[in-house]
């Protein structure tokens, strides 16, 4: 089994910063890309940040310039440091990882999620 375990979460005024954090832990023997999600209330899950296993990251507009994703490979751990919070990136946010098992499977794995709040 393979667990992707969120930390960071919390509430925040705008123009404040959080940092996220989502460690893999269990039968990892690789992982490729890794990246964070987020869902507000009544709108459809979409994609904060990704790297690759090689260090290539990829934000959406609304992010870009304020987010910044990295990972550490021998702690299989991604961060997400958030900047400039507005009141919109108000959601629960996701970390994902594409994994390769010591068993040779390879899947997409999520974590729980954590609650980012910021009032304005």
């Known amino acids: 089994q393979v667990q992707l375990v969120e930390s960071g979460g919390g509430s925040v005024q705008a123009g404040g910063s959080l940092r996220l954090s989502c460690a893999g832990s269990?039968?990892?023997?690789?992982?490729?890309?890794m990246g964070w999600y987020r869902q507000a209330p009544g709108k459809r899950r979409e994609l904060v940040a990704a790297?690759?296993?090689?260090?290539?990251?990829n934000y959406p507009d609304s992010v870009k310039g304020r987010f910044t994703i990295s990972r550490d490979n021998a702690k299989n751990t991604t961060y997400l440091q958030m900047n400039s919070l507005k009141p919109e990136d108000t959601a629960v946010y996701y970390c994902?990882?594409?994994?390769?098992?010591?068993?040779?499977?390879?899947?997409?794995?999520w974590g729980q999620g954590t609650q980012v709040t910021v009032s304005s």
């Open positions: 994902h990882a594409d994994v390769m098992t010591i068993t040779l499977l390879r899947g997409d794995y």
């Open positions: 269990g039968n990892i023997f690789m992982i490729y890309a």
């Open positions: 790297i690759t296993s090689g260090g290539s990251t």
